[in-house]
């Protein structure tokens, strides 16, 4: 069934420098050969007249001071510090004024953020979910977005990760989690 176009966003996920060129502090090849499958998505969901939301995951350089166990620059290396090159939007991608960026702090889009606010003061309710990396934040904003009675659906070819087994295990989870994944070619919006 095609989607409605004023009722769905694609929500891109962290396509940065920091993930996605290679002088990035976390680069994976993958991820930058998720720029042009990610464009793609969003010029045509933009052309049918659906919402575009980019993500950003931002840290500053004391937020994992005083945590107690969430620590992610321990996990990965200092990485998209705020106001760093790092934390940046990929150049590659046509972010306009009309999009909504979100500032996250987690691998969850929805932790903390405006997201759920911005989304339901739009009516929409199916998300088309897409970016950087599949198994981390991709994952855990799809989960989240479940959880809220939105309709996560991964978009499995349109995603940036490490290893294949990664890609894999979040689209196979993301469908039995939630029954919705879906590709680029199987996307339809009404009025397309």
């Known amino acids: 069934m095609p989607y409605d176009p004023h009722a769905t966003a694609v929500v891109v996920?962290?396509?940065?420098?920091?993930?996605?060129?290679?002088d990035g502090s976390l680069y994976a090849e993958p991820s930058e050969a998720a720029i042009d499958p990610v464009a793609d998505l969003?010029?045509?969901?933009?052309?049918?007249?659906?919402?575009?939301?980019?993500?950003?995951?931002?840290?500053?350089p004391e937020q994992f001071d005083d945590t107690h166990y969430y620590d992610e620059f321990d996990r990965w290396g200092e990485h998209v510090v705020e106001g760093s090159w790092d934390a940046e939007l990929v150049d590659a991608l046509d972010v306009r004024g009309e999009d909504h960026v979100v500032e996250k702090h987690t691998y969850d889009a929805f932790y903390r953020t405006d997201l759920?606010?911005?989304?339901?003061?739009?009516?929409?309710?199916?998300?088309?979910?897409?970016?950087?990396?599949?198994?981390v934040c991709v994952l855990h904003t799809a989960g989240s977005a479940g959880l809220r009675d939105y309709r996560?659906?991964?978009?499995?070819?349109?995603?940036?990760?490490?290893?294949?087994?990664?890609?894999?295990?979040?689209?196979?989870?993301?469908?039995?989690?939630?029954?919705?994944?879906a590709t680029r070619d199987s996307l339809t919006f009404g009025g397309e």
């Open 13 to 22: 996920v962290d396509m940065q420098n920091g993930f996605c060129h290679p």
């Open 152 to 181: 996560p659906v991964v978009v499995e070819d349109a995603l940036g990760y490490i290893t294949e087994e990664h890609r894999e295990y979040a689209v196979e989870h993301a469908d039995w989690l939630f029954g919705e994944t």
């Open 42 to 60: 969003v010029d045509r969901a933009r052309d049918a007249g659906a919402r575009v939301v980019y993500t950003r995951d931002v840290h500053p």
């Open 116 to 135: 759920e606010g911005y989304l339901d003061a739009r009516g929409i309710d199916d998300l088309l979910i897409c970016g950087t990396l599949a198994n």
